[in-house]
């Protein structure tokens, strides 16, 4: 067996012979889920499409199981590989139960007639995306969200060695998202099938891919597991981020910070802090963080969102300089929030600081 399930080698995608993207090399195993990501226009239906054979090659190779495929009969690739475009398909008069038994066709004889065990994997692939009490419905009448997870039902009673789906999450609501995701990793961790998808939720490739291709411009800009990938630098490259900005420890975007003169102090510690630059931020009002040791995970938020930010070194004491800079703060700012700040023996300087700020008229403990 070959040490890849599918490889691409110096692949070229395109149009009209002329290439989009070109150099492409990517490898994945049996049993992997790899995501393609990357912003609008990039080329990753284009790469899905030339690899499904809905676009004709323009330079290099893609092997399944070392077979080029070019070698590669199409009746063969359908019975190997099972694909949810965003395409929409047309249907006349089908029900969802007929759509999703069109997933079986590579299996039935030339009149298409299921048998009993057809049925059943049928019946098991709609109760798999809780779509049972819709499979009577005519498929043109149903919601975007439901066709979605009947195209997902239709490749899994396809029982394929690869699935490739383009954006199949596009559609579904949270619930339903993080379902098909979790449908996804069982199909490969449990049956070794292959998973090679598009997301725009790079939140959730960050958890569920176990390799990821940022695709952007001519050339793939990165390929490596997610923690190879997600770090602030490479999505904000990617997606040329200058409105906001990348949070790699949560996998979060957030909006661009208000940037200006600090109107109020939030002073915080373990996370209570963060609800409050959010609304702060919505306000539109520029702030000051501090005084945060780089290890909180309110350090984390103020980074991206606060105008200034006053820090100590983790476990550290915290130093003249510092409290002199926070006291400076203070004065500068309107308004001073004490959202919550655990004071233990390293930073107990925090309780000289919320006094003067007491002292000052200008503490408040209720912002949200
Ligand atoms: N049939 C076509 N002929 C020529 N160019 C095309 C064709 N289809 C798409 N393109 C172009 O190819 C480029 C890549 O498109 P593609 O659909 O692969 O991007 P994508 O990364 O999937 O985008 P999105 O995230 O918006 O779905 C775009 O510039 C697009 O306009």
């Not at 395109?14 to 990517?26: E, M, V």
């Not at 330079?59 to 495929?69: A, I, P, Q």
Request: net charge negative; with cysteine.
């Amino acid at each position: 067996m070959a040490e890849y399930y599918l490889l691409t080698k110096d692949l070229a995608v395109g149009y009209q012979g002329k290439a989009l993207i070109h150099d492409i090399n990517f490898g994945i195993c049996k049993g992997e889920i790899v995501t393609l990501i990357g912003p609008n226009g990039s080329g990753k239906s284009t790469i899905l499409k030339s690899i499904t054979r809905q676009l004709r090659l323009v330079g290099g190779k893609v092997f399944f199981d070392d077979t080029s495929l070019t070698n590669i009969s199409y009746k063969e690739l359908s019975s190997r590989m099972a694909v949810v475009l965003t395409e929409r398909i047309r249907t006349e008069l089908m029900t969802c139960h007929d759509i999703v038994a069109t997933g079986r066709y590579p299996y039935t004889g030339r009149l298409g007639i299921l048998t009993a065990e057809d049925e059943r994997i049928v019946d098991e692939a709609m109760a798999a995306v809780h779509a049972q009490e819709i499979g009577n419905r005519d498929f043109n009448a149903i919601s975007d969200g439901q066709k979605q997870r009947i195209m997902l039902a239709r490749a899994i009673c396809q029982e394929p060695e690869i699935i490739v789906l383009d954006e199949p999450t596009s559609y579904l609501d949270i619930r339903y998202k993080l379902e098909l995701l979790d449908i996804l990793k069982r199909m490969a961790k449990k049956k070794g099938i292959t998973v090679l998808m598009s997301l725009h939720e790079i939140d959730l490739a960050q958890k569920c891919a176990d390799k990821i291709v940022c695709v952007r411009g001519e050339e793939i800009m990165a390929y490596g597991t997610p923690e190879e990938v997600f770090h602030e630098e490479t999505i904000e490259k990617l997606y040329d981020l200058d409105n906001g900005s990348y949070n790699p420890l949560s996998g979060s975007l957030e909006l661009k910070k208000t940037e200006g003169e600090p109107e109020v102090f939030v002073i915080s510690s373990g996370g209570n802090g963060t609800p409050i630059y959010r609304k702060l931020q919505r306000e539109g009002r520029p702030f000051a963080a501090g005084i945060l040791y780089t290890n909180d995970v309110d350090y984390q938020a103020a980074r991206v969102l606060a105008s200034k930010i006053i820090t100590e070194e983790p476990f550290e004491e915290i130093s003249d300089n510092t409290y002199k800079n926070a006291e400076n703060m203070i004065d500068r700012c309107q308004i001073v929030v004490d959202a919550g700040v655990h004071i233990g023996s390293c930073n107990h300087r925090m309780r000289n600081l919320l006094q003067y700020a007491q002292e000052k008229g200008k503490l408040k403990r209720d912002y949200l």
